[in-house]
């Protein structure tokens, strides 16, 4: 069946841009993370959904990020007056959300952001 | 605050040798440990995962970990690596009750023929 998918694969912007990043879970899974992975580094959480609701958002850098998820299924992470050092590969994980933590986590290929 | 360490950025072994890699965390209370691995132009997949029970853990590929809680490690081991075991290699904490996972830098694997 169809995993994780996210869109753009690739984003080029220009600092001080708002950008927009898609990702479109495997279908029934109500847990949804987004995590930020820069060059060399490990993921890093950002936002975690179950269903339409923010479960979690604590790793979100400050307020110039923001995630959606309206109808628990598709999310949205949202950039807004982007700076270089946003520049990293986004990924997006679905889970089926009925075991919390220890569900499985299914990774997207990721979108790369790039802030010139 | 949870944290992990991999201690080690980057290890090459030859095609058939054993391999382990090493993972420590820093958590008040038994965590839940993961192993993911990241090939090139492939998205990160669980190798295998640990909360509870039998500290020695099997995973997908031929891997296996350790939990040894008097040394918070998480050790991920193979008997004997394949060419295509070439990948980076990430472990990971979350708390028994949030989701809030935090992934280690990674070890990135050199596989020599």
């Known amino acids: 069946g169809a995993g994780v998918s996210q869109t753009p694969s690739n984003k080029v912007t220009e600092k001080g841009k708002y950008v927009e990043l898609r990702c479109d879970p495997i279908s029934g899974h109500t847990a949804l993370y987004w995590y930020r992975q820069s060059l060399g580094q490990g993921p890093e959480f950002l936002i975690y959904f179950q269903g339409t609701g923010a479960a979690d958002d604590s790793g979100l850098p400050n307020d110039r990020f923001f995630a959606v998820r309206p109808e628990g299924s598709v999310s949205t992470l949202k950039i807004q007056r982007t700076e270089r050092g946003d520049s990293a590969v986004y990924l997006c994980a679905s889970s089926p959300g009925a075991s919390g933590a220890l569900d499985t986590q299914y990774f997207g290929p990721g979108t790369r952001l790039t802030v010139l | 605050a949870q944290s992990v360490t991999q201690p080690d950025i980057h290890i090459t072994v030859s095609e058939g040798a054993s391999l382990e890699l090493r993972c420590n965390y820093s958590y008040g209370a038994t965590p839940y440990l993961f192993w993911y691995v990241q090939s090139p132009g492939q998205g990160l997949q669980l190798l295998l995962k640990?909360?509870?029970?039998?500290?020695l853990v099997q995973g997908i590929k031929g891997f296996e970990a350790e939990f040894k809680r008097s040394q918070s490690s998480f050790n991920l081991r193979k008997p004997s690596v394949h060419w295509s075991d070439a990948a980076e290699y990430f472990c990971?904490?979350?708390?028994?009750?949030?989701?809030?996972?935090?992934f280690g830098p990674g070890t990135r694997l050199s596989v020599l023929p």
């Open positions: 990971a904490v979350a708390h028994n009750y949030g989701q809030n996972f935090v």
């Open positions: 640990y909360f509870s029970g039998d500290t």
